[in-house]
């Protein structure tokens, strides 16, 4: 797969409740209802955790794109996609809607969907990428595990007010965001221990963790590992 589609996933959910924790990253996805549509989405970054009943899908594929891949994949700005999903025909025109068509000839070859799909979306990608493209990968790895903004500007060469300018348009969060969405999602999945998994994320004590893990996940950690979620948020 491209460099620039991080990970493929080719199985839909099979739980009950749809899981869908915040995440600064723009996912493509093609789905198949049971009555045969099919249709290809582009969800944007997502600030918040959302839950909901789990749909009858035969196929949903997933391809999700590398921080600073939305504007040569898709032609457009990330944070123009923050929080919404939209068809991808509304940003391809015509042509996502003969590839949604030509897709269903692979339902049952998934792996080959998702080549078809993303070589469809590096088909378009510009022959020179602009340089702060480099950049924002650069200041994605700084930001991974160690929030200050104003130390990744530092090592980068670049003022602060640029590096958000330039972050916010390619991930389509700002780099505080960003890495505040990066340490709630290093500690999904723990079950225990949360003053160890706070320091491991680099929170500056376990109630910060809760504090911040609540305001993103709309629940608290505990609950969260006891599969207590809420309904409420979708």
């Known amino acids: 797969m491209h460099p620039w ?4 996933t080719l199985k839909p959910a099979t ?21 045969g549509a099919s249709d290809v989405l582009v969800a944007g970054p997502r600030t918040k955790a959302t839950y909901h009943p789990t749909k009858d899908l035969p196929v949903c594929l997933r391809l999700r794109i590398s921080p ?20 991808l025909k509304c940003l391809h025109g015509p ?15 998934l792996e080959r969907a998702a080549e078809v799909l993303g070589d469809y979306l590096v088909a378009g990608m510009p022959a020179r990428l602009p340089s702060r493209l480099d950049l924002v990968r650069t200041a994605v790895h700084e930001l991974t595990g160690r929030p200050r903004v104003d130390v990744a ?9 640029y ?6 348009q390619a991930v389509g969060v700002s780099p505080k965001h960003f890495a505040r969405i990066s340490r709630v999602r290093s500690v999904l999945g723990q079950s225990a221990r949360w003053a160890d ?8 004590d376990q109630s910060h963790l809760i504090a911040d893990f609540r305001a993103l996940m709309h629940v608290t950690p505990k609950a ?7 309904l409420s948020y979708c």
């Open 224 to 230: 969260f590992a006891a599969g207590n979620v809420p």
């Open 95 to 109: 042509s996502a809607t003969d590839l949604a068509e030509r897709l269903i000839t692979h339902r049952n070859d």
């Open 15 to 35: 739980t009950p409740i749809t899981v869908l924790p915040p995440d600064p990253a723009t996912t493509v996805v093609w789905r198949m209802t049971p009555a």
């Open 68 to 87: 600073g891949g939305v504007i040569p994949l898709l032609d457009t700005a990330a944070d123009e996609l923050l929080d919404q999903v939209v068809p």
């Open 163 to 168: 590096l958000r300018r330039v972050f916010r």
């Open 5 to 8: 589609i991080e990970s493929v």
């Open 197 to 204: 998994a706070a320091a491991y994320a680099g929170y500056s």
């Open 153 to 161: 500007a530092a090592r980068l060469g670049v003022s602060e007010r």
